[in-house]
């Protein structure tokens, strides 16, 4: 039985890059894995990539499956990986060649179920060290129970955040795969974005033993096309049904969760506009662009009590999300809303 399992959801990469993360993988110093290859329904010829590396290691296995998402691929992955230690990696990143030597000699000695590591944001041109914490911390921290506490509220609400480096992605942290199984953790098969930050809000409810690792290992590969600046006219429905079950989940928490909850919310609201409504590729006229904005203003479906939330509470946070918010839902302006987000702009620009 292997040490780790590591389990690599694969759709339409670019071939160049899924060569760089398997490269990645397979020069490891720690050889005692296996390498789950999950192909998600790909047709540009990277599922016969997958078939090949099969042939040419043992460790490497391949699923092929109708495509149904990041989530159930993972959740493919998952179920069928037979490792102590169970890690996530995306086909268009890659590690460091030490990344498993040195995660599973901390998980072992540690006797972690969970361990968070540092990482790197790979631009075209230029290479960033993400490290987790702000200030400076011992290279290794056990996490206590407010640590824990502070992470998953951070990961609703990012300014409270002691962990800076902690965003919630699953490929920055490897896990006990039987914590995994006992709490019966999987992906959320029916999200469309966020899947891994409420998995993570999940894990943080049950973990009793989480290190905080602060050396870089994984490295994300940062698109100057990204999909968090494309025009997607299923955007709300999307963010909808995260909010749906951040709802969900804050209803049995303390107030702070449910004030987090709403900045969440904002935040995603400001992604709503910037993604569909206001987009220079929405290809609706003007008028139908208004008359949509206007329907989720009155409806807003999957955004739960968002016209409750507080405006104090919003100052506090950041002041464009509260004028955004005052402009929406108190005044109900599509016309000087749109003058604001050009003018929001602008400042950025220069």
């Excluded at 809000?201 to 905080?212: C, E």
Aim: hydrophobic share 35%; with cysteine; aromatic share 14%.
């Amino acid at each position: 039985m292997a040490e780790v399992s590591i389990v690599l959801p694969v759709y339409n990469v670019d071939f160049e890059q899924f060569h760089q993360c398997v490269d990645s993988i397979r020069k490891q110093t720690f050889q005692e894995y296996e390498a789950i290859l999950v192909d998600d329904g790909s047709t540009n010829g990277v599922e016969i990539l997958c078939d090949d590396y099969v042939k040419r290691d043992k460790r490497f296995k391949v699923i092929h499956q109708k495509n149904k998402g990041l989530p159930a691929a993972r959740n493919a992955g998952t179920k069928v990986a037979t490792g102590r230690w169970i890690i996530y990696c995306d086909s268009d990143d890659w590690w460091e060649k030490n990344t498993l030597e040195v995660l599973c000699e901390y998980m072992r000695e540690k006797d972690l179920e969970v361990l968070v590591f540092a990482y790197f944001d790979n631009f075209p041109d230029m290479e960033n060290g993400r490290h987790c914490w702000q200030e400076p911390h011992p290279v290794y921290v056990p996490a206590d129970k407010k640590l824990i506490h502070n992470m998953q509220l951070g990961l609703l609400d990012e300014s409270i955040r002691r962990l800076t480096g902690y965003f919630g992605s699953v490929c920055i942290q490897i896990h006990s795969l039987t914590f995994l199984r006992q709490h019966h953790l999987v992906f959320n098969e029916k999200m469309g974005k966020s899947e891994d930050m409420i998995f993570n809000l999940y894990m943080l409810d049950v973990v009793k033993k989480l290190g905080i690792l602060d050396i870089p290992f994984y490295h994300y590969r940062r698109h100057p096309a990204s999909m968090c600046h494309h025009y997607d006219g299923n955007i709300e429905k999307k963010i909808g049904d995260v909010e749906k079950e951040l709802y969900r989940f804050c209803q049995s928490k303390p107030k702070e969760y449910k004030d987090a909850y709403h900045v969440f919310m904002i935040k995603n609201y400001w992604a709503l506009l910037r993604l569909k409504y206001f987009h220079p590729d929405n290809p609706d006229s003007e008028r139908e662009k208004r008359q949509q904005w206007k329907r989720f203003i009155q409806y807003h479906e999957g955004f739960v009590n968002i016209e409750n939330t507080d405006m104090k509470l919003l100052l506090k946070k950041r002041k464009i999300m509260a004028i955004l918010y005052f402009v929406s839902f108190k005044m109900r302006s599509y016309f000087l809303l749109k003058v604001i987000l050009k003018v929001f702009k602008w400042i950025k620009k220069e």
